[in-house]
């Protein structure tokens, strides 16, 4: 199986700050590459798709990059609607994979 | 708007079944693939099984073979996860979750249920 990691496993920001969250794949999952925000006591929403696709209705401040192991996702100024954990998860090969998760918390 | 809405989480006993439920509303369901994902509370996402729109393809993931059967009924715009032999680390939220697309292997989800919560435990 592929095995996804990220980090960090946790980060504190403020509002309006920049936030890159790294993933990486065990091995090259060329750009099928999904991201996730879950809020407690609530189901993870899509956020990305294809490294860089928006899903319909996710803000612009977020983005996607990467293809092959590395990947980011960036919150170009961070809300507080966007404290939550964010999961990146691999669709390249079954069975479908995910990292442990990123919490951004509120500094 | 799609909703798609889990039952059948209960507490249940080491070695017993259960049989979870998704009602699915506002999408065309046989166009598209299927999954279940759960999730211990506080802990991280695992992909648990999925079926294509067809029901001809299925995957489960390996600590779940032999002892979980995916189905649908595309009729009843239903999905089920019939659970055998359930073990204390089953014990999880499992989400039903909607593919983009038809295949269950492209595994790029993009509606999620609210979940239901399976307890393990005698």
């Known amino acids: 199986d592929i095995q996804m990691t990220q980090s960090p496993s946790s980060l504190s920001a403020s509002v309006g700050d920049r936030v890159t969250i790294t993933c990486r794949a065990s091995?090259?999952?060329?750009?099928?590459l999904n991201w996730y925000q879950q809020k407690p006591g609530e189901a993870p929403k899509p956020l990305i798709y294809?490294?860089?696709s928006l899903q319909t209705g996710v803000p612009p401040r977020f983005s996607g990059s990467g293809s092959g192991t590395e990947f980011t996702l960036t919150i170009s100024s961070l809300q507080p609607e966007d404290f939550a954990t964010y999961y990146c998860q691999q669709s390249y090969h079954g069975p479908a994979t995910f990292g442990p998760g990123t919490t951004v918390d509120i500094k | 708007e799609v909703q798609l809405v889990e039952s059948g989480g209960t507490l249940v006993q080491p070695g017993r079944s259960l049989r979870l439920s998704c009602a699915a509303s506002?999408?065309?369901?046989?166009?598209?693939?299927m999954h279940w994902v759960r999730q211990v509370p506080g802990k991280g996402l695992e992909w648990v099984s999925g079926?294509?729109?067809?029901?001809?393809?299925?995957g489960y993931v390996d600590s779940v073979k032999g002892r979980f059967t995916i189905s649908r009924d595309n009729a009843k715009n239903s999905l089920y996860l019939q659970m055998n032999s359930l073990r204390a680390e089953d014990m999880a939220i499992y989400y039903c979750?909607?593919?983009?697309?038809?295949?269950?292997?492209?595994?790029?989800?993009?509606?999620w249920g609210q979940g239901t919560l399976v307890t393990v435990s005698s």
């Open positions: 294809g490294a860089f």
């Open positions: 091995q090259s999952i060329s750009n099928y």
């Open positions: 506002g999408f065309t369901f046989d166009n598209y693939a």
């Open positions: 979750v909607k593919d983009q697309n038809t295949n269950w292997n492209d595994f790029r989800f993009d509606y």
């Open positions: 079926i294509n729109w067809s029901s001809g393809h299925i």
